[in-house]
């Protein structure tokens, strides 16, 4: 298991949404291929709706750059 994993396994065991958008946006940015960092991105948004964070704009519009909004 990567430091990732575990990092988002801690910060979900720990229910740290903040710390979850955060986590996601790393695992996107370091996906092997684009369904994955889709995966990753639509997570990072969910998480930052349910917050109304800052980021979740930035999430949106990179995953409509992708297709997937």
């Given at each position: 298991m990567s430091d990732l994993?575990?990092?988002?396994?801690?910060?979900?065991?720990?229910?740290?949404?903040g710390a979850l958008i955060a986590l996601y946006i790393e695992a996107a940015d370091t996906a092997t291929s684009?369904?994955?960092a889709g995966f990753y991105l639509t997570h990072a948004y969910?998480?930052?709706l349910e917050l109304n964070d800052g980021r979740q704009d930035a999430l949106?519009?990179?995953l409509?750059?992708?297709?997937r909004v």
């Open positions: 994993d575990e990092r988002l396994l801690a910060a979900h065991e720990a229910d740290d949404r684009e369904t994955a969910v998480f930052a949106r519009t990179r409509k750059a992708m297709g």
